[in-house]
């Protein structure tokens, strides 16, 4: 029997269309299982879909659940910043100040600013320097020299992420990832940007465990925001540029407040009509 969704489908940290990281989103997804979640991730072959439920946390104001083509996450940034905008545009209602989403990782805080979403961070599940060997062997599976890396850490908040810090943005846009020596790892490369008149301040780029590179990723944004942050290596609020390569403009905002880090961005409108499964 078919049933009809509302869906959508939006570009997230895009200041303009079509240049961000696009995100499929169901909702009203009760009436589907976790296989048929699958399947339709699978089939937008997105990096992301995600699917709109009633929390089953009281503390919530909606239930999300997140999809790649492969697996479901437990947590991903723009999909959170996506499916938000979803929600209050189809006449969501937050509880109280901010918009409070219920997924595999728990409770995340969304703000609205302006024309932005900004997420709390999640606490990292995994930090600390990545192991020298497993450094040696990332960098070369991603034609890095290890002369360019000027430290390594994991940044996992969830899908698993470790990220390299460069010294120089043309190092980290010359990098070339072979997927199968990578064997399966998500790995983040950073890089400060020293010249002038580029309006960000780090350069990003994220090469997927599905062997693709993402176009703009908030998890790991959020998980080098907490290394870089906590390290001294940023000092302060800063934007972050991703997509350069695959011909895309993502901004990723980052801002502390006291203990907690928020990252966000402005996300578009694209798609929005309804789904027969």
Wanted: glycine residues 10%; charged residues 20%; hydrophobic residues 45%.
């Amino acid at each position: 029997m078919t049933s009809v969704f509302p869906f959508a489908q939006v570009d997230v940290f895009s200041e303009q269309p079509s240049f961000g990281n696009p995100l499929a989103v169901v909702a009203d997804a009760e009436r589907l299982n976790q296989t048929q979640m699958a399947q339709f991730a699978q089939w937008t072959n997105l990096s992301e879909t995600c699917f709109l439920l009633h929390p089953t946390d009281e503390a919530a104001d909606y239930r999300v659940r997140i999809f790649t083509p492969l697996q479901e996450l437990p947590f991903a940034g723009h999909p959170t910043l996506g499916a938000c905008h979803v929600w209050l545009a189809q006449g969501g209602q937050p509880q109280g100040a901010d918009v409070v989403q219920q997924c595999g990782a728990g409770l995340i805080h969304i703000r609205r600013d302006k024309d932005r979403l900004f997420f709390c961070a999640p606490p990292l599940r995994r930090s600390g320097p990545l192991e020298n060997a497993l450094q040696t062997r990332v960098a070369t599976a991603l034609n890095v020299p290890l002369a360019q890396v000027e430290a390594a850490a994991w940044v996992d908040n969830g899908p698993g992420w470790a990220a390299l810090l460069l010294k120089d943005r043309q190092a980290l846009l010359q990098a070339k990832p072979d997927y199968a020596a990578l064997k399966g790892m998500r790995i983040g490369l950073v890089a400060p940007v020293n010249e002038a008149g580029h309006g960000f301040d780090f350069e990003v780029r994220a090469f997927s465990a599905g062997g693709f590179e993402d176009p703009v990723t908030g998890s790991l944004n959020a998980g080098i925001a907490q290394w870089l942050l906590a390290d001294g290596i940023a000092k302060g609020d800063y934007i972050a540029a991703q997509g350069t390569f695959l011909g895309r403009k993502g901004r990723v905002h980052v801002v502390q407040d006291g203990d907690k880090i928020w990252v966000g961005g402005t996300v578009q409108d694209g798609i929005t009509g309804t789904l027969k499964l």
